[in-house]
């Protein structure tokens, strides 16, 4: 399958973080055709396993990229029927007003938050932001048929299918960090086409949006030798400083710190050179915002890299990046993964 194809096809998927099960079984479908074995956790976090060579001490490697996303809660219905709402994840309210969502009430429900026109604004009002809690999301139905098919607690999603632009280029929702999954899609693909001594376990991880949670639980599960965390970073735009960003042409970003291996992060992109592709360096003084946050820490602690995709615009619901990052990104992290012969160790230790 196109990662393309399947990034858009995630995308349709409602996964905010906490409700994952559709989102992890289209994910598991796919898996499916790349890797010897599919499961899902309790918890909804998908891992599949691919096993190549017949090296005896072969490295185990943990692969992880998030599935959950950004989201609304249903807080309340007032008696017009308007939905009031509360954020799941870090939601930005400025991007609210005028957005197209899905309300996964009794049946997925279409719905807009509303935003009062500017001939009936006060003098004054148009300059100010209107708070979360002023906002309503409106589904065109009587309060009577809101109230039978919605209840508290539903959860919204943002409506935003993937939408191409020219160079590679695509937007929409929770590419942060569907693209990240993709990525594994990529990796898998490449895999097959090469030679590698290690047992694989791609996961798509829950909750990482509130907390980094089922990378926690996953980490734990799998107890890899090895640990690769694959997720989104900010990409260059006006607004922002050129030492935050990274530009959308230059390939993906590896990165630095004190969260990711030395030794391992070295040898990550002695191999992307070795193999001419192109990457960036991303320099992370503290934790990162990312699985590898925890998967450095779990039991013993793993050894974890973090690979990372430039994307304008997170958690906005028109987050863009370039598809072909995508595809080194797992050209990359595959050829890493095939890298690894007899006294692999030694890329581990001191
Ligand atoms: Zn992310």
């Known amino acids: 399958m196109e990662s393309k194809d399947f990034l858009a096809r995630l995308i349709d998927i409602p996964g905010v973080s906490g409700y994952e099960m559709e989102v992890a079984h289209e994910v598991s479908n796919v898996f499916k055709e790349y890797c010897d074995d599919v499961r899902i956790d309790d918890f ?61 009430g009794k049946e997925p429900l279409f719905g807009v938050i509303g935003a009062k026109p500017p001939h009936l604004q006060q ?41 191409s632009m020219k160079n590679g280029f695509v937007n929409g929702k929770s590419i942060d960090d569907r ?8 990796a898998m693909k490449e895999l097959n086409r090469l030679h590698f001594n290690a047992d694989v376990y791609f996961v798509a991880t829950v909750q990482e949006e509130v907390g980094v949670r089922g990378g926690t639980i996953s980490t734990y599960s799998v107890n890899p030798d090895i640990g690769i965390a694959i997720d989104v970073t900010h990409g260059d ?30 040898r990550l992109m002695d191999i992307a050179k070795e193999y001419g592709l192109e990457y960036q360096i991303e320099v992370a003084p503290g934790p990162t915002g990312t699985d590898a946050r925890v998967m450095q820490i779990v039991r013993e602690g793993i050894p974890t890299v973090l690979v990372e995709i430039p994307l304008r615009y997170m958690h906005t619901t028109v987050e863009t990046l370039n598809m072909d990052n995508v595809k080194k990104a797992g050209r990359i992290i595959a050829l890493f993964i095939a890298s690894m012969e007899e006294g692999w160790q030694k890329w581990l230790s001191y």
């Open 44 to 104: 909804y976090n998908v891992y599949g396993r691919k096993t190549g060579g017949d090296l005896e001490d072969r490295p185990k490697i943990m692969l992880a990229a998030h599935i959950d996303e950004i989201g609304l809660m249903v807080k309340d219905i007032d008696e017009k029927g308007f939905i009031k709402f509360t954020t799941i994840g870090g939601v930005d309210q400025r991007i609210l007003l005028s957005q197209e969502v899905i309300v996964y």
């Open 123 to 163: 003098p004054g009002e148009r300059g100010q932001s209107v708070k979360i809690e002023d906002m309503t999301i409106d589904l065109g139905l009587s309060a009577e048929e809101v109230k039978e098919l919605v209840k508290v607690g539903d959860i919204i999603t943002f409506k935003s299918p993937l939408v």
């Open 179 to 186: 693209a990240g999954v993709a990525v594994m899609l990529e």
């Open 237 to 266: 735009t006006p607004d922002s400083s050129k030492e935050d960003t990274h530009a959308m042409n230059k390939g993906p970003s590896i990165a630095i710190g004190p969260n990711l291996h030395p030794k391992l992060t070295k």
